[in-house]
């Protein structure tokens, strides 16, 4: 569709009879399950931290004799390393002449004699049109984001994405290769030697990997130790839950995904991170500065993901997809 820019006026923002629809993905599943834009933590910092880390020296059996105890060993000390994600700027901006908004029964196109306008506030409209967009672009970018820090007031935050953030730590890449049974119990099994710790986990699949998914397990139950629950529609099978030798895992279709790649997230490890202007808020709309006989207002907001580390997460990439197939 049409973008329109600068200004909205009567005769590049014409109103229609009809009910309003979008084919764009209005949804944002990994987004409402962590707060949305109106929950989740704040920070002060651009720079905010997700998980300090140390480990453990490999399990042993001890070899001290007593006379080898009379003796203290040297001292061996946990270090800790911190890692750290940063908050990007959303900001949108709509413009809108008082004529536009004046002339709401005014409609172009086709017109029945009892033709009504289904939009009486197009200012409302815009905003909310806003709101969706900004909510989107999160969606996008915790899922897909490219890490990046500011550096200057010319260089941009970006956050980083859960599947930046796996390709460090647990993934598996499938070289083109149909999902499969045997992938999942790999992945899985990798988390869990990863350290992961299975709180509440989701697999994040595309339409094409939903629908593979499901044919996986058109059965109710698929031996190698995954479980998949008799969760029946009419006329098939929608699998939303498996359960593995590790951890139930929930299924959810996300529009957001690569087509070739399965995202498997600790949910209960994520939250978006919002860093508030002071006497504004974390995400607002406020009028800029008039010159005329129009509105313009600015929504703003500064947004970035917590993901803890990436051992709680992991990925299957390069998967076939239909076109790679």
Not at 23 to 50: C, K
Request: hydrophobic fraction near 40%; charge should be negative; aromatic fraction near 8%.
């Amino acid at each position: 569709m049409t973008q329109v820019t600068n200004i909205g006026t009567v005769w590049n923002l014409p109103n229609y009879a009809g009910e309003l629809f979008s084919a764009d993905a209005l949804q944002t599943p990994l987004l409402s399950m962590i707060g949305g834009l109106s929950g989740g933590r704040q920070t002060t910092n651009f720079e905010f931290p997700t998980a300090v880390l140390f480990d453990y020296p490999a399990a042993e059996q001890p070899e001290i004799s007593e006379e080898a105890s009379i003796t203290a060993p040297a001292a061996v000390m946990a270090a800790r390393t911190q890692e750290s994600n940063v908050v990007q700027i959303h900001q949108e901006v709509i413009n809108l002449s008082y004529v536009k908004q004046s002339n709401t029964g005014r409609l172009a196109g086709l017109n029945s004699l009892d033709a009504q306008t289904t939009l009486a506030d197009e200012r409302a409209f815009q905003v909310q049109h806003k709101l969706v967009k900004i909510a989107r672009d999160v969606e996008h970018s915790f899922i897909n984001g490219k890490y990046q820090k500011a550096t200057g007031s010319s260089v941009p935050n970006k956050t980083r994405g859960l599947l930046e953030l796996c390709s460090s730590g647990t993934t598996l890449d499938a070289k083109g290769a149909a999902l499969s049974k045997t992938m999942l119990q790999d992945i899985f099994r990798e988390m869990a030697g990863a350290g992961a710790y299975f709180s509440n986990m989701v697999m994040f699949l595309p339409a094409y990997q939903k629908q593979a998914l499901s044919e996986i397990y058109a059965s109710q139950f698929v031996g190698g130790g995954i479980f998949a629950p008799a969760e029946r529609n009419v006329g098939g099978l929608n699998i939303t839950e498996i359960e593995t030798d590790f951890c139930r895992v929930g299924v959810c279709w996300n529009r957001f995904m690569p087509s070739d790649t399965i995202l498997i997230a600790d949910v209960a490890h994520i939250a978006p991170v919002f860093q508030a202007v002071p006497n504004k808020g974390v995400l607002f709309e406020e009028e800029l500065a008039k010159t005329g006989a129009a509105d313009k207002i600015q929504i703003y907001g500064q947004i970035g993901l917590a993901h803890g580390p990436a051992f709680l997460h992991a990925s299957i990439t390069g998967l076939a997809d239909g076109t790679n197939a």
